[in-house]
């Protein structure tokens, strides 16, 4: 899958006013290659991610926030469902123990 950042990148930039040229200045790339990011034909290194954010004055996960949900990714609904199935899976792992150990001892009778 591949990740679309160029409305994000077109938006923030048009946001503080910026030229192309100034951002691929600020970024240390040509502006055929800031460009290439803005039309998502070209791949945005990390490296460049974190100089952009700086630019626009975000942290890096905000920055990757906004990428993220232009393309209708939301991490935090993807974590907690990560966090319900581990959670339901030592349930089940439990379960299967206390099964195991019961049918292992016969119960006494006193």
Request: charged fraction near 20%; aromatic fraction near 8%; glycine fraction near 2%.
């Amino acid at each position: 899958m591949k990740i679309n950042y160029s409305s994000t990148l077109s938006w923030l930039r048009k946001r503080k006013c910026y030229t192309q040229q100034q951002v691929a200045d600020y970024v240390h790339v040509s502006r055929p290659t800031y460009v290439s990011w803005e039309q998502n034909t070209g791949d945005l290194p990390l490296s460049k991610m974190v100089l952009l954010a700086q630019l626009y004055e975000l942290s890096l996960t905000q920055f990757v926030n906004l990428i993220l949900a232009e393309n209708d990714i939301h991490p935090a609904e993807q974590a907690q469902g990560e966090i319900l199935l581990m959670n339901i899976s030592k349930d089940i792992a439990q379960i299967k123990e206390l099964l195991s150990n019961a049918s292992q001892t016969p119960p006494t009778i006193e």
